[in-house]
Every structure is written in C-alpha cells, then in structure tokens.
C-alpha cells in the first residue's frame, strides 16, 4: 500500500471534488468542477484522474443511489431531482474511463467512514454521522461496516413532531415531507420559512435556534434508540455556523428523560459532537475506500 496513489471522487449534486492522496488520508492534490450532464462531468472527471495515474479510487456519490453491490443498479443514480443523471451509471462510466479499483457508496457514508477512519468516530465501529446543509444525509456505521440494506439510511427524513409555537413561514423544504427533518431544518427549509435568510444569519435569533435545535433534539432521540450508536458526529454548513448542536444535545437528553443510562449520555458533550476534519471528513472518507478497493 506504502507508495501507491489512492484518488478520492466526492461526487456531489452541485461539485465534483476530485483528489489525489495517500492510504493514510494525507491529500496531495485537489480539484474541482461543476456537476453538469453526466456526460461531460464523468469525462473531466476521468481526464483529471487517468493524468495523475491512480492505482485505486474511491466514490462517495450524491444520492439516493445504489450502494449494494447485489443490486441490479449497483453504482447508479436513482431517483434524483437532477434529472439528467437519473438512472445514470456512475460507477460503471468512471470504471470504464479509468480501469482501476473503485469503492462506490453515498457521500455520506463516506463522511462517516472518514472519521471513523481518521477523525474523532476513531476506534467506534457503531456511529452515526449526520450532515445538515442544503439537505440533512446520514451515514452510518454498524458493526464496523456502512449499512447497505434495500438502500442506504435516508435518515434525514425522519418525521417529527411541529413545535406548538412554530409559527415561521409556510410549508416544509423538502417537496415530500411536510415535517421531516430535511424540509425544516436545511438550509433550503430555513430560508424559505424565514423569508430567504441563511441559517449562519439566525445564529444570534433564539428563537430560530431553539425551533432548529428542537427538531434535531428528535431526529438525535431516534438515532440513539433505533441503532444506538457509540458516538454521533455533526457536519454540514447549518451545523458549522450555528449553535444547533450544542443546543440539541441538552434537548434529546432531556427527551431521552432518563430511558437510556449509559456513559455515553451522561458525558453528552464527547458524545454528540461537530465533525473533526475541517470539512475534509467526505474526501479522507473517499481515500479510505479507495484503499479498500485496492485491497480487496
């Protein structure tokens, strides 16, 4: 492994983000372009790879997609908004203009994989990682390895319950659900509902942030009973730039109200965290699952 080049593709809905680096997750080199039509995009992103002569690469790709290897549809975008890309084959684009090992999973799943590998999740092989920006993602971990069930968590759809005094703007951002978790806490969600502002120019409203932090609370709440996981980790632009986290962490304790003792609650603050690695968590994730592929 020592010596070979590992590319790391965080294939998002907006950016492509291509870089070079080591097993290690030390990145050399980055890039990055606009997600266009697959087209184009798949041949500047197979260009940028095959001229820096990659022995492995690993994918974290937008969602929702397909993550088992067992799946017909393996390595193809599903059901997007973008409608150009819906049904489109990634992995098998990228594997034919490269012809190196891939690792493909959602960005997310990543993200997660990045600091359970390399940031604060290391040594835990039961976690959670949840990114709130412009829509709410979630990857987990369980038993050491990333879920890949019918499709991978789209936890960030979980139902909660409207504040009663939740009284801000109209309607949900997310065009499915009324209220879950996405449609009122991302970032689409918040200006809509607050009259265009961004949730980093809400930080100082308490308010604003009691309602966000609350249904964060909810979604936590759930995470913890449904795959009780041993650390959760936060990232995302509306987690970086306000106070929601540390906020929720004293709301789901308080929701919790006593049902699960253990260690991990009592010490909340080492428990739900911010992500570590300087919003690099999705591309060290990538390298991770590059050097994987290139093991197995």
Request: charged fraction near 20%; charge should be negative; aromatic fraction near 6%.
């Amino acid at each position: 492994m020592e010596g070979k080049l590992i590319g790391a593709l965080e294939a998002g809905g907006t950016k492509m983000v291509c870089a070079v680096g080591r097993a290690d997750g030390t990145v050399i080199e980055s890039e990055q372009f606009p997600t266009t039509t697959p087209e184009e995009t798949m041949a500047l992103v197979c260009s940028w790879f095959k001229e820096r002569d990659i022995d492995a690469l690993g994918i974290g790709a937008f969602g929702p997609t397909a993550v088992n290897p067992n799946s017909e549809r393996y390595g193809q975008i599903l059901e997007t908004p973008k409608t150009a890309w819906r049904y489109f084959d990634m992995l098998g684009a990228i594997k034919r203009g490269l012809d190196v090992p891939c690792g493909y999973d959602t960005d997310v799943n990543v993200a997660c994989l990045g600091e359970c590998t390399f940031g604060c999740a290391q040594g835990y092989d039961n976690v959670v990682y949840l990114t709130i920006g412009t829509g709410v993602g979630a990857g987990v971990m369980i038993g050491g390895q990333l879920i890949h069930g019918m499709l991978h968590p789209e936890a960030g759809h979980v139902l909660v319950t409207r504040d009663p005094s939740d009284t801000i703007g109209e309607g949900s951002g997310c065009p499915y659900h009324d209220n879950c978790l996405e449609g009122l806490i991302a970032g689409p969600g918040v200006k809509k509902r607050w009259g265009g502002k961004r949730a980093s120019e809400l930080a100082e409203d308490e308010h604003a942030m009691d309602l966000l932090s609350g249904y964060l609370a909810q979604a936590l709440m759930t995470y913890i009973l449904c795959y009780a996981p041993q650390k959760i980790v936060i990232g995302g632009g509306v987690a970086d730039h306000t106070p929601i986290v540390q906020l929720a962490r004293a709301k789901a304790t308080k929701l919790l109200n006593g049902y699960i003792a253990t260690p991990e609650i009592e010490h909340i603050d080492t428990y739900i965290v911010n992500n570590s690695l300087d919003g690099k968590q999705g591309i060290m994730g990538c390298l991770a699952l590059g050097a994987q592929a290139l093991n197995a």
